[in-house]
């Protein structure tokens, strides 16, 4: 079996790069870092548009290019490595993905145009402050249509303007879809490790709302979107990964100690090894985890956590070793290391932590194990 990417997909690659070396430099998220309002730059998120990557893996039927899901994790690989700051990974790896697994003709045909071609930017409204995600701890709530109740943080949840929301309603835990430049809506920004992702509290006071899915289903339907939407975040960090050991390694090679390279030095070079096994590691993962989602495979919920944990791993170790690679100019910011290093963060918990994550991975290889010794 091969899961490289083919001649088609590689050509893809290629010329994503070629256009984010040129549109996305990372001056660009400097300049949202500087300047976070907005939490992601418009411009950069226009062009992204007309390229119609937003569309990728959306039917063409609904406005999309109907490439495949092999195709998004090409373009999610090269936007990691950019960093790109733009609100790509909730519009198009959840609420997207909330859309086509849950919504209704009319709510298809209504919005996944909208997302295909850039103008929409969505969002999933989730938690509702720090820790596990429990049905106890949601207390958003959807009454006559309406919704009430507190989402904090919320992922780019200044530039969306629709959102999938976890409440309670009177089947139980669902999801909802609400306005959140409607009524009974307030927003208000919030200040995180990455401000090139805009974070926000956004407060529901009588919002409309409309379901999606089946009612009284939210986290089962969530648990579906979670896992589609980690296997394109693994090929995200796993870009991100990849470019913070080519930097430390260039640096390594440019910058002399003692009369020579510090490349040449074995602390480096073991530092430098170890973060390679695990984009190595990451990469086999990831790549597993692209045919899982293209061919809807059983395997989908093992292969989505796999990726996850050995994603949030490489990108995190390759962050802080690059930062370390560097010495002290790292942890200033006359270096880019730090961009790399919130992206690592961020990116590790806009989903869930890794050891959430880790526990789904245990579940799932449990039930493996058990269905192969009752075969």
Not at 177 to 185: F, H, I, S, Y
Not at 202 to 207: E, I, K, N, Q, R
Request: hydrophobic share 45%; net charge negative; with cysteine.
């Amino acid at each position: 079996m091969n899961f490289d990417y083919t001649d088609d997909q590689k050509a893809l690659k290629d010329e994503a790069r070629r256009f984010l070396l040129a549109a996305s430099p990372l001056s660009v998220a400097r300049g949202v870092l500087e300047h976070p309002a907005a939490g992601y730059d418009a411009a950069l998120w226009a062009r992204i548009g007309e390229q119609g990557w937003c569309g990728a893996a959306i039917p063409e039927s609904y406005g999309g290019l109907g490439l495949g899901y092999v195709e998004l994790c090409a373009l999610a690989e090269e936007l990691g490595r950019a960093l790109a700051p733009i609100p790509f990974a909730s519009s198009i790896y959840l609420f997207a993905e909330a859309l086509l697994l849950a919504g209704s003709e009319a709510q298809k045909s209504a919005l996944l145009p909208l997302v295909a071609s850039g103008e929409l930017i969505g969002t999933l409204a989730v938690s509702e402050g720090p820790g596990a995600l429990t049905t106890e701890r949601i207390a958003a709530q959807v009454t006559g249509g309406l919704l009430s109740g507190v989402k904090l943080p919320v992922a780019d949840g200044m530039a969306a303007s629709k959102a999938v929301v976890l409440a309670q309603g009177e089947a139980g835990l669902g999801l909802y879809l609400a306005d959140l430049r409607g009524p009974g809506v307030t927003r208000e920004a919030v200040s995180t490790l990455d401000p090139t992702r805009g974070m926000a509290r956004v407060s529901f006071d009588g919002a409309p709302a409309e379901p999606l899915g089946t009612p009284g289903e939210g986290l089962a339907l969530l648990a579906r979107i979670h896992e589609r939407g980690a296997i394109l975040l693994a090929f995200e960090q796993l870009g991100g990964a990849d470019r913070c050991l080519e930097m430390a390694r260039d640096y390594a090679l440019e910058r002399y100690a003692f009369g020579r390279p510090i490349g040449s030095y074995q602390a480096i070079k073991h530092k430098l090894a170890d973060v390679f096994v695990k984009n190595e590691v990451a990469r086999a993962n990831a790549y597993y985890g692209a045919w899982a989602l293209s061919t809807d495979a059983p395997e989908l919920p093992l292969a989505a956590a796999a990726a996850r944990v050995a994603g949030c791993a490489a990108y995190w170790m390759a962050s802080k070793e690059m930062i370390q690679t560097y010495g002290g100019i790292g942890v200033t910011w006359e270096a880019d290391c730090h961009f790399f290093f919130r992206r690592a963060r961020h990116l590790g918990l806009v989903i869930g932590a890794p050891r959430d994550w880790k526990r789904r991975l245990a579940d799932r290889l449990e039930e493996r194990v058990e269905a192969e010794q009752a075969a």
